[in-house]
T-cell receptor, first 111, second 111 residues
Framework: SQTIHQWPATLVQPVGSPLSLECTVE??????LYWYRQAAGRGLQLLFY??????ISSEVPQNLSASRPQDRQFILSSKKLLLSDSGFYLC??????????FGQGTRLTVV | TQLLEQSPQFLSIQEGENLTVYCNSS?????LQWYRQEPGEGPVLLVT?????EVKKLKRLTFQFGDARKDSSLHITAAQPGDTGLYLC???????????FGAGTILRVKS
């Protein structure tokens, strides 16, 4: 069966520090991969999606970037965090546009 | 701008009551999903509907897709405290290329 791992679960980082969140998927190949951000426990905003290695589409201009160095690995990064980057970050995978299977999420607090 | 609106935003009921939450749009979906999310965790997919008028049941949960594929509802019968959580609808617009989420309905079931 497929599983998705996302870490760390919580992270507290100072303003101006770098960020690297990692997500890996097991039990499937060539998945679509997604990074979402959720504010205040409500709706999800799509940040990046990838349909293959090295292929990244950005949905909103921001202080973050994403990379997909391997088929089942998706990384969310920032060179210098802002206070406004705080939130709940979710990685997801799917094989069809209509599906998204989520990881456990990372609670990021920028102080 | 295509919007996916959920109502109510918040619902607090007693154990054993019935409830319905709604997901509406002015645009047509090619498919629609319902997710449930508990605090600090990722959303979990409950159901996908693709055909106008489709009804799916998952134990005490009944999901309906509107005939015109512009709206959906989730009905819970005899709610239990374990049903507490954030219910999110998400859909792929007809001719769209990504999954978009509503803002969610926060459900609290009191014992």
């Amino acid at each position: 069966s497929q599983t998705i791992h996302q870490w760390p679960a919580t992270l507290v980082q100072p303003v101006g520090s770098p960020l690297s969140l990692e997500c890996t998927v097991e039990g499937t190949s060539n998945p679509n991969l997604y990074w979402y951000r959720q504010a205040a426990g409500r709706g999800l905003q799509l940040l990046f999606y990838s349909v293959g290695i090295g292929q990244i589409s950005s949905e909103v201009p921001q202080n973050l970037s994403a990379s997909r160095p391997q088929d089942r690995q998706f990384i969310l990064s920032s060179k210098k965090l802002l206070l406004s980057d705080s939130g709940f970050y979710l990685c997801a995978w799917g094989h069809r546009l209509s599906e998204a299977f989520f990881g456990q999420g990372t609670r990021l607090t920028v102080v | 701008t295509q919007l996916l609106e959920q109502s109510p935003q918040f619902l607090s009921i007693q154990e054993g009551e019935n409830l319905t939450v709604y997901c509406n749009s002015s645009s047509v979906f090619s498919s629609l999903q319902w997710y449930r999310q508990e605090p600090g965790e990722g959303p979990v997919l409950l159901v996908t509907v693709v055909t106008g008028g489709e009804v799916k049941k998952l134990k005490r949960l009944t999901f309906q897709f509107g005939d015109a594929r512009k709206d959906s509802s989730l009905h819970i019968t005899a709610a239990q405290p374990g049903d507490t959580g954030l219910y999110l609808c998400a859909g792929v617009w007809e001719y769209g290329n990504k999954l978009v989420f509503g803002a969610g309905t926060i459900l609290r079931v009191k014992s």
